[in-house]
């Protein structure tokens, strides 16, 4: 691993400790001050409280960076602690996932991993939608699962109760393969054939809310094309991730046309509503706004 990646891990990751690592945002604030306002540092003992200060940095700023950073061997022993799960991060061209880079500030800055990297950087659809399925929902979302392993795309979802199971299950068992975003422990789920899990920022990590919101921001955000089997109406984690993907432009959104207010609200929004049946993903074309919508 090099230095860099090493750096930016004991900045923004916890390891298991109860400490306050940069958020990814604090991370690139930092990387743009050091090149645009100090020489290159060429090691982590180069960051002294003297180079944070000649960024501009508070003393209690300083105390927070420099604590983090002197955390080598509890990263070392945190890493060898889980020989099945990988971890990658932004700083890494190659196998960091081109589509997360256009979050910004909200792109991860590490993916802990466990299962074949490489469908991070395979075309992916996304499948989302309400736990508690109707039963024209949960067909929906087996429809999407079963055309994304028939033309070949991988699957995206967040592995909850409801659609993200139905669309991941139909997907697998059609011989295709799965991406899971997953806002609790990654040690919590055990390696699986064709499956690949993911957790921002470690594989210890509970649940919390906040945790979920943004699990669902990583999932819209890597889909090229997005599909909601059934949404309530302006409430919910299915609404808020695809209200704030519409906003954001992150993919092509795809409703079920099911009469629901929730779908008419994501089509007000700017997503395309589309039957039960797909003719096929890879030629869905989302429907442009005029100037009256």
Known sequence: MRGAEEGLLLLCCKLGQPVKPLTPTEYLQMRALAVAKAPVIGSLGDVT???????GYSEDMTDRILSLLNRPRILRDYLAA???VCVITRLDAERFPRRLRRLGGDCPATLFCRGDIRLLN??????????RLLSRGRAFAQE?????AEEGFT???????????????????????????VPDELTRY??????????????????????A????????????????????????GTWSGASENLKRGLSD????????????ALCALGASPVEDRLPSIGALRSRQLSIFD
Request: aromatic letters at 8%; glycine letters at 10%; hydrophobic letters at 40%.
């Open 49 to 55: 409280p003297e180079y944070l200060s000649s960024l």
């Open 82 to 84: 889980q020989k099945d």
């Open 122 to 131: 395979t075309r992916c659809v996304a499948a989302v939608g309400s736990r």
């Open 144 to 148: 999407v699962g079963r055309r994304a």
């Open 155 to 181: 699957l995206v979802s967040g592995n909850a109760a409801g659609a993200d199971s139905a669309a991941q299950d139909a997907c697998l068992q059609a011989g295709g393969r799965v991406v899971c975003f």
């Open 190 to 211: 055990a390696p699986r054939e064709n499956v690949l899990y993911c957790s921002a920022d470690g594989y210890d990590l509970p649940f919390s809310a906040a945790r």
């Open 213 to 236: 919101l943004y699990r669902n921001l990583l999932i819209h955000a890597l889909g090229e094309k997005t599909f909601v089997a059934q949404c309530p109406a302006a409430s919910g």
């Open 253 to 264: 959104v795809y409703v079920l046309d099911d009469g629901s207010k929730g779908a008419d």
